[in-house]
Each structure stands twice: as structure tokens, then as C-alpha cells.
């Protein structure tokens, strides 16, 4: 059977095609622990706790999310940058912990050398630890507080 240029052309296209879509978030992450708390003040009910490590390359840029419950962060190899979805970055360095909540966000490695990173996720039971935004969109929201929503400043939350 001969394949004639153009479905070999095409062939050709869909595999590279398929090798550079694949790249879209490589965080490297390592679940260290589980537990279920049967009851848990900080969500009025059962919750799940998850710790693990994530590590990102130089350059890399994560997805667009929020998180159902608290996370609490603490760095131990170089910068972590978060962007919040509203405007506004952070950056950590070594020793230093953050929390990240419902608030829309993603974080960056604008430095030259590996992040790492431990982190504790504290969610209602049955939920993700990690909701990503549909398409990768930015997103802002939900508000932080009563004053980010005065003089019309609800307008930019979506």
C-alpha cells in the first residue's frame, strides 16, 4: 500500500502537533501524606489534609486556579512568584511560608534556578486540592475583603 505525499504530510503535522501541545504545565509534584480530620473547625465539618512537594523549572508559568480551603506554603530552594488573578504579585524565597486560599492565582519561577517547595492543603472533604479555571482563563475573584468592593471595586470580580 503506498501513501501518497499529502497523508504523509499530514501525518507528519499531527505528530508534531501532538509532541509540542503536551507541554503545558510540568510542576513536579511528590504526595507525601493523606489524613481525613472527621471534624475540622476551619471547615465546619469533615476535611481532607494533603502534604506534598511541587517544584518548578526555571521560567515556568502554572495554570490559573484556586484552591477550596487554605494552603499553606514554605519554600526551600528558590523564588516562588504568585500572581494574584486580580493584579498584583508576591515573591518568596528560602524560609519563607505563604497561604493561598479561594483567591484565583498561579504561580511563576521568574528565576534562573529550581523552586521547591512543601505544602499543606486543607480542603472539605471529597474536594480537589487544586480547582483549575476552564481554558487557562484569568480570573479575578472572590474578594478578600469589604473594601475591595467599595467605590465599584466589585465591577472587576468574575
Not at 125 to 140: A, L, S, V, Y
Amino acid at each position: 500500500m503506498r501513501i501518497n505525499t499529502h497523508t504523509r504530510r499530514l501525518v507528519l503535522g499531527l505528530v508534531v502537533l501532538a509532541l509540542f501541545s503536551v507541554v503545558a504545565y510540568g510542576a513536579v509534584t511528590n504526595i507525601l501524606a493523606v489524613g481525613t480530620i472527621p471534624y475540622s473547625d476551619l471547615m465546619n465539618g469533615p476535611a481532607s489534609v494533603t502534604v506534598r512537594t511541587i517544584s518548578f523549572a526555571p521560567g515556568e508559568v502554572g495554570a490559573w486556579h484556586h484552591h477550596p480551603g487554605p494552603l499553606f506554603n514554605v519554600v526551600t530552594r528558590g523564588t516562588v512568584t504568585v500572581e494574584d488573578g486580580c493584579g498584583g504579585e508576591q515573591s518568596y524565597t528560602v524560609g519563607q511560608a505563604f497561604e493561598e486560599g479561594g483567591r484565583v492565582h498561579r504561580p511563576k519561577n521568574l528565576g534562573t534556578e529550581a523552586t521547591f517547595a512543601y505544602q499543606t492543603f486543607v480542603v472539605p472533604f471529597g474536594e480537589p486540592t487544586t480547582n483549575n479555571i476552564p481554558g487557562n482563563e484569568r480570573r479575578c475573584g472572590p474578594a478578600r475583603n469589604v473594601d475591595e468592593c467599595k467605590d465599584d471595586g466589585w465591577r472587576k470580580f468574575d
